[in-house]
């Protein structure tokens, strides 16, 4: 699947979440036109390149529980969603599974809680949540300074301007990399209590990694597996009619 360097170009958005403080933390992910030219290619990022906090993508499970001193009860198996041809949100298990770090003694300065996402025990997304102790002045300024590590393009930065559940309004910053990866920062702004450092964040600030191809063919599974039981049960309902005896 090739992507698009402009958001504009995208055939549907669908929303992404985590929660952060108490909060859900919506992010909106593109679903890239399967014939877009991207005119940024050549010069595209390597993902092996963009780390998060010294993590990137494609690790295996054991080597994360490795470095953050967890363990495999700690990981849980989470559904993927997608909103059927009836309008009905469906969740599955696709073979997800979440681990969540809480950062209590400051081994990742100005992170609290760091979320990962593995596909067949393979790192395919993760997020870092930070303790708001850095006031950005704009959804640009804390997005250049998360480029600025790796060297990012600031001009091939994608903004929107988000309203999550409840009027949460969120400022998103979307960078395209290689292979239809994508880095996303976000900031949300609604005060929230901080049980780490125990004060209020007066803005949420998300950083994250994911893999798009993955995300969108999970759903493609799933959607299939949602017109194989309607499928399935017309079959049923149509067979009952026929044998029905008054």
Not at 16 to 21: D, H, L, N, Q, S
Not at 29 to 57: G, H, Y
Not at 185 to 210: C, D, H, W
Not at 237 to 245: A, G, I, M, Q, T
Request: charged residues 30%; negative net charge.
């Amino acid at each position: 699947m090739s992507q698009s360097g402009s958001l504009k170009n995208c055939r549907n958005w669908y929303r992404e979440g985590i929660v952060v403080a108490g909060v859900f933390f919506v992010f909106l992910v593109p679903i890239f036109a399967q014939d877009s030219k991207n005119p940024t290619k050549e010069r595209c990022v390597p993902f092996t390149e963009v780390k998060l906090q010294n993590f990137s993508l494609g690790w295996h499970l054991n080597d994360v529980l490795r470095i953050v001193g967890m363990k495999r009860s700690q990981v849980v198996d989470v559904d993927t969603e997608a909103k059927g041809p009836d309008g009905k949100v469906h969740k599955e298990q696709m073979g997800l599974q979440e681990l969540r770090y809480f950062d209590t003694g400051e081994r990742y300065p100005g992170v609290f809680m760091i979320s990962f996402l593995f596909y067949n025990e393979t790192l395919m997304e993760m997020m870092v949540g930070y303790d708001g102790s850095i006031a950005w002045d704009s959804i640009e300024e804390f997005a250049r300074a998360v480029g600025k590590p790796f060297n990012l393009d600031e001009k091939l930065w994608e903004f929107s301007k988000i309203t999550a559940d409840a009027g949460h309004k969120q400022d998103v910053a979307m960078f395209p990399l290689c292979d239809d990866l994508m880095l996303i920062a976000n900031i949300g702004y609604k005060p929230e209590f901080n049980p780490i450092t125990r004060r209020e964040m007066k803005t949420l600030q998300v950083v994250s990694l994911s893999d798009m191809v993955i995300r969108d063919e999970l759903r493609e599974e799933l959607l299939k597996l949602i017109d194989k039981k309607n499928a399935d049960e017309l079959r049923r309902n149509s067979h009952e009619k026929k044998v029905f005896k008054p």
